[in-house]
């Protein structure tokens, strides 16, 4: 009785493959295609996407992920920012909406209607007749604020410094919380540029959002140890700048810097076991005391 000829191993996922050799999980056989690189020999393709099942993502000293590294949340800002000037300037009846308006000797640009849209404005009276701002209902102006710029100067100032800083603390922080650090900076100053502006004064800018990022920078690098000693002097000339230039708002660069400096201490120092519970439960409470401060501003603008 004649013996059967051997069998020719095949490839697990492609029969119709000759393969020799073993995935060293599973012991399967597998091709030339099918074979990812081990620390030690081959892998099989289910059990690498096993094996990343098992391993926990990389996060940051905050909780953040890893893909904030890349810098993904700062440049889609800065594309928002371009888009809603590119926007403004379309929308220009006047002719200054880049340059020719009244900030650093005409080099800020002038308002457009979709700067008198979404700047704040506590109340005051259109040339139409009509009255509108924060204190009529228009609530959306204490967000929509920190998209809106006067001119190219202003908005690539500050995308220059929204750029540096906001690369850094993304890496450090993560971009769900680098983004909510962003956003409740930028909205705290527009509050504060809400309580302690002239009712009728219109008032806009990245620039809340980013002094918040400077106090959060100091802050973050602190909590790891690092040196801020080259940190430290840009913020004080731009506070210099804040309080001797005209037409700057100061509440508002002022109410950003504290705003993002309490949410920076929330994101670095929540205890570990509960990390993440306490950093969306201390950026909530700023958030609703903010509004709430808000409310007792339109209080008094309409008694």
């Given at each position: 009785?004649?013996?059967?000829?051997?069998?020719?191993p095949?490839?697990y996922?492609h029969?119709?493959?000759?393969?020799?050799?073993?995935?060293n999980r599973?012991?399967?056989?597998?091709?030339?295609?099918?074979?990812?690189?081990?620390?030690?020999?081959?892998?099989c393709?289910?059990?690498v996407?096993?094996?990343?099942?098992?391993v926990?993502?990389?996060r940051?000293?905050?909780?953040g992920?890893?893909?904030g590294?890349?810098?993904?949340?700062t440049?889609?800002?800065?594309?928002?920012?371009v888009l809603?000037?590119l926007?403004?300037?379309?929308s220009?009846?006047?002719?200054?909406?880049?340059?020719?308006?009244?900030?650093?000797?005409?080099?800020?640009?002038?308002?457009?209607?979709l700067?008198?849209?979404?700047?704040?404005?506590?109340?005051?009276?259109?040339?139409?007749?009509?009255?509108?701002?924060?204190a009529e209902?228009?609530?959306?102006?204490?967000?929509?604020?920190?998209?809106?710029?006067?001119g190219?100067l202003?908005?690539?100032?500050?995308?220059?410094?929204?750029?540096?800083?906001?690369?850094?603390?993304?890496?450090?922080?993560?971009?769900a919380?680098?983004?909510?650090?962003y956003?409740?900076?930028g909205f705290?100053?527009n509050?504060a540029?809400?309580?302690f502006?002239a009712?009728?004064a219109?008032?806009a800018g990245?620039?809340?959002?980013?002094?918040?990022?400077?106090?959060a920078?100091i802050?973050?690098?602190?909590?790891?140890?690092?040196?801020?000693?080259q940190?430290?002097?840009?913020?004080?000339?731009?506070?210099?700048?804040?309080?001797?230039?005209?037409?700057?708002?100061?509440?508002?660069?002022?109410?950003?810097?504290a705003?993002?400096?309490?949410m920076?201490?929330?994101?670095?120092?929540?205890?570990r076991?509960?990390?993440?519970?306490?950093?969306?439960?201390g950026?909530?409470?700023?958030?609703?005391?903010l509004?709430?401060?808000?409310?007792?501003?339109?209080?008094?603008?309409?008694t």
């Amino acid at each position: 009785m004649s013996e059967s000829p051997p069998t020719t191993p095949v490839c697990y996922r492609h029969p119709g493959r000759e393969a020799y050799i073993r995935c060293n999980r599973c012991d399967r056989v597998i091709c030339p295609d099918c074979m990812r690189e081990a620390s030690v020999g081959f892998q099989c393709p289910d059990c690498v996407t096993e094996g990343r099942r098992s391993v926990r993502p990389a996060r940051t000293a905050f909780g953040g992920g890893a893909a904030g590294r890349h810098g993904y949340v700062t440049k889609a800002l800065i594309a928002i920012n371009v888009l809603v000037m590119l926007l403004s300037v379309a929308s220009d009846r006047d002719g200054d909406a880049i340059v020719g308006g009244s900030g650093f000797g005409g080099l800020l640009g002038g308002g457009t209607p979709l700067t008198e849209w979404g700047a704040v404005l506590g109340v005051a009276l259109f040339p139409d007749g009509t009255v509108g701002g924060i204190a009529e209902g228009e609530w959306y102006r204490l967000v929509t604020a920190m998209f809106l710029h006067y001119g190219v100067l202003h908005l690539l100032l500050n995308m220059y410094a929204l750029w540096i800083l906001g690369r850094s603390l993304e890496a450090n922080l993560g971009r769900a919380r680098f983004l909510a650090l962003y956003l409740i900076s930028g909205f705290g100053g527009n509050v504060a540029a809400y309580l302690f502006s002239a009712p009728n004064a219109l008032t806009a800018g990245a620039s809340t959002a980013v002094f918040g990022l400077f106090a959060a920078l100091i802050i973050i690098e602190r909590r790891m140890g690092r040196d801020i000693s080259q940190i430290l002097p840009i913020l004080v000339i731009n506070l210099i700048f804040t309080v001797t230039v005209p037409g700057i708002s100061i509440p508002g660069h002022l109410g950003g810097l504290a705003v993002g400096g309490l949410m920076a201490l929330v994101l670095a120092y929540a205890p570990r076991s509960r990390r993440t519970l306490v950093q969306v439960a201390g950026g909530s409470v700023l958030v609703l005391a903010l509004l709430v401060l808000a409310l007792i501003r339109t209080a008094y603008l309409l008694t």
